[in-house]
């Protein structure tokens, strides 16, 4: 009987341990692939390694970040691949970890540097000592998905927030034989540390490329970064096209210009007129635009945005507060306008991104009562949700919510699930 029980409880890690590394076919850069197919046996040990550390809340290997738990249980677990960080080699392991930390209690610093050292610094002293001999290998890319719990007008929100750590080789052997805590968070901070995609200040090199130990390989002439200098999130990816070339789903805006004038938004319209006018004649019956106020450009968030003004129409029965209406209209409206609308446009990258306003009322009541809500996306998101690589959810938490003129953060699972004020 004990050693059905040896044999049955090996089975189950043998199966975790491929269920948490990618399987080398899948992935289409032959360079990363050579290396994932090279270290197989290496990286499964990492996992193992990582799997059996007491992490103080519950974490996943994913694919995708920002999952609820039981979207996480049914997900891809498969969070361990070799990747590319702009032009640099880095193994790359993503996770989503069960923790929920308050806003009030804690800033975002505070947030990402409990994060760092409960489940990054385990992750790093599992897989550096492993892997940190590769030649080719030039950092490691840690990045986990922890929430934060808010009240926004007395509502009480959890929402995800991504903390990415990229750490270079000799800094990363500087962690793992770090006597005491000071050497360990100087080896930390001599890499890149992003919150949500934002760099956090005073943490690292200016440059991202400086993680680099050695000089950088040429870029492929027809790839695009998948990391950038300012922002970085692995990019969620759909089974078979593990290392697809693709705008990542950005925390914030595409790079904005440096200036947006009157003379660019002027010349934006003009050049796209004709286009928007097509877009309004093909699409009006379904997204209820504004006659009185066409599609205009509009400078936002120091960025050039396509503003399109509609009504949104809610049942009766959808009354409620300003959250749960506003988390209505984008699934029961909005949602089902951004693939016909940016098929429409082409997917434009003159500008930084769509300004979907709308007026949201309940039947029956007319402009009584009616909020006034934007979603406001940038491109590249929206491209990632046009692609079904990013969730509803995504998209929101990804991009700007105003109500009534005030930004605000939205949990559409919550927000709907709340009926009253």
């Known amino acids: 009987m004990r050693r059905i029980k040896v044999l049955v409880a090996a089975t189950c890690l043998a199966a975790a341990m491929n269920a948490q590394v990618l399987s080398p076919p899948e992935i289409r850069d032959l360079s990363m692939r050579e290396l994932q197919q090279k270290h197989m046996g290496e990286l499964k040990s990492v996992a193992v390694a990582i799997s059996s550390h007491p992490f103080p809340y519950r974490l996943y290997f994913s694919r995708v970040m920002d999952l609820d738990e039981g979207q996480q249980q049914r997900a891809d677990q498969r969070g361990i691949r070799f990747d590319k960080f702009g032009t640099q080699t880095v193994l790359q392991i993503t996770a989503n970890y069960f923790a929920s930390y308050s806003a009030e209690l804690m800033t975002k610093e505070e947030r990402a540097r409990k994060t760092l050292h409960d489940v990054t610094v385990p992750i790093l002293k599992a897989a550096v000592p492993v892997l940190v001999q ?24 959890e929402n995800p927030e991504n903390v990415a750590l990229i750490l270079p080789r000799l800094p990363a052997t500087q962690l793992v034989a770090a006597k005491t805590p000071a050497d360990q968070d100087a080896a930390l901070m001599q890499g890149l540390l992003f919150v949500d995609g934002k760099a956090v200040e005073g943490w690292g090199p200016r440059d991202a490329e400086q993680v680099a ?12 970064p998948v990391i950038g200098t300012t922002a970085w999130s692995s990019v969620p990816q759909l089974p078979g096209d593990v290392d697809r070339v693709s705008t990542p789903p950005a925390r914030l805006a595409a790079e904005p210009r440096p200036e947006v004038t009157d003379e660019l938004l002027r010349k934006l319209q003009s050049t796209d007129q004709a286009a928007l006018e097509t877009l309004v004649r093909d699409l009006d019956k379904v997204a209820h635009f504004v006659s009185y106020a066409p599609p205009t450009f509009i400078a936002f968030h120091k960025g050039a945005y ?57 039947a029956g009541a007319g402009s009584n009562g009616a909020q006034s809500v934007e979603f406001i996306f940038p491109t590249a998101v929206l491209t990632c949700y046009e692609q079904f690589d990013c969730t509803g959810q995504q998209l929101i938490s990804q991009g700007f919510v105003l109500i009534n003129g005030e930004r605000v953060g939205l949990d559409l699972q919550g927000a709907e699930a709340v009926v009253g004020r």
Do not use: C, W
Not at 135 to 143: R, S
Not at 215 to 222: F, K
């Open 134 to 157: 590769e030649e080719k290998l030039q950092a490691f890319a840690i990045e986990v998905s922890h929430h934060v719990r808010r009240k926004v007008v007395g509502v009480s929100t």
């Open 213 to 224: 130990e050695s000089r950088p390989a040429p870029a492929r002439p027809d790839a695009k």
């Open 306 to 362: 396509l503003q399109l003004s509609m009504t949104t129409t809610l049942r009766e029965s959808d009354a409620g507060s300003q959250y749960r209406m506003a988390a209505l209209a984008f699934d029961e409206h909005i949602a089902h306008l951004i693939r016909p609308v940016l098929a429409s446009l082409k997917t434009k990258a003159d500008y930084d991104g769509i300004d979907f306003s709308t007026s949201v009322r309940l």
